[in-house]
């Protein structure tokens, strides 16, 4: 296998060794983005504002902010936390506190994902370009070739540019498919976002209103603080 891997980088030329350079970044940036969106920013978010939605109601704040630094690194915390900390202000202020924590945390989120569909690009045109160079080289070496050479000679060439463009397309279908992935994750995360932050933004103005419901508000077994 090993010994294989090796002749065909061997066969493949300078570009094809250009080509690992790209696939080393968009693994790298994979994995980076994967450890990211799946563990570090990812959080149940149904379980998670179900019981901020029920703390607020219990008029807990302080242990609503307390549940959001538990989980530090997520990025849905972080907005709750943002708009739960001017919980007791007006609607102005609590909607511009989680307007801005949600411009602080989506760029994170969004972050370097893009590049992998860069990298398949230039994946397939360095690709190209080596499989254009080895034919190119190919060509010239049979035109000067003694006779009993030229069948080898293009076979070397033919493989070198086979080779390129079959790694060039290698990345491009690799950074391709985990775009597609990370998007989806990131597409998720920010929805997330978006939904529960405006149904706790309306919840911690109608408790500024006395609104809530009077059953909800103090569930059985839990008193109403003062």
Request: glycine share 6%.
């Given at each position: 296998?090993?010994?294989?891997?090796?002749?065909?980088?061997?066969?493949?030329?300078?570009?094809?060794?250009?080509?690992?350079?790209?696939?080393?970044?968009?693994?790298?940036?994979?994995?980076?983005?994967?450890?990211?969106?799946?563990?570090?920013?990812?959080?149940?978010?149904?379980?998670?504002?179900?019981?901020?939605?029920?703390?607020?109601?219990?008029?807990?704040?302080?242990?609503a902010i307390k549940?959001?630094?538990?989980?530090?690194?997520?990025?849905?915390?972080?907005?709750?936390?943002?708009?739960?900390?001017?919980?007791?202000?007006?609607?102005?202020?609590?909607?511009?506190?989680?307007?801005?924590?949600?411009?602080?945390?989506?760029?994170?989120?969004?972050?370097?994902?893009?590049?992998?569909?860069?990298?398949?690009?230039?994946?397939?045109?360095?690709?190209?370009?080596?499989?254009?160079?080895?034919?190119?080289?190919?060509?010239?070496?049979?035109?000067?070739?003694?006779?009993?050479?030229?069948?080898?000679?293009?076979?070397?060439?033919?493989?070198?540019?086979?080779?390129?463009?079959?790694?060039?397309?290698?990345?491009?279908?690799?950074?391709?498919?985990?775009?597609?992935?990370?998007?989806?994750?990131?597409?998720?995360?920010?929805?997330?976002?978006?939904?529960?932050?405006?149904?706790l933004e309306n919840?911690?103005?109608?408790?500024?209103?006395?609104?809530?419901?009077?059953?909800?508000?103090a569930p059985s077994?839990?008193?109403?603080?003062?």
């Open positions: 296998m090993l010994a294989e891997l090796a002749r065909f980088y061997k066969e493949g030329g300078p570009l094809i060794l250009v080509n690992s350079v790209t696939w080393i970044i968009a693994i790298a940036i994979t994995i980076d983005r994967v450890i990211a969106l799946m563990f570090r920013f990812n959080i149940n978010a149904n379980a998670f504002m179900a019981q901020v939605q029920k703390l607020v109601m219990a008029n807990n704040i302080d242990r549940l959001c630094n538990a989980a530090p690194a997520a990025a849905l915390p972080k907005v709750v936390k943002a708009g739960l900390t001017r919980a007791n202000k007006g609607a102005v202020e609590i909607q511009n506190a989680m307007e801005e924590a949600t411009l602080e945390v989506v760029p994170e989120i969004q972050k370097r994902t893009a590049s992998l569909w860069t990298i398949a690009n230039l994946a397939t045109l360095i690709g190209l370009v080596g499989t254009i160079m080895g034919l190119i080289a190919c060509f010239r070496a049979v035109g000067m070739a003694a006779p009993d050479q030229k069948a080898r000679i293009l076979a070397e060439g033919i493989s070198e540019a086979m080779n390129n463009t079959a790694y060039g397309l290698a990345i491009a279908i690799f950074c391709m498919i985990f775009h597609l992935i990370l998007t989806n994750f990131t597409k998720k995360i920010i929805e997330e976002i978006d939904q529960y932050s405006v149904k919840l911690l103005i109608a408790r500024n209103r006395g609104a809530l419901p009077a059953q909800q508000a077994g839990e008193q109403r603080p003062a």
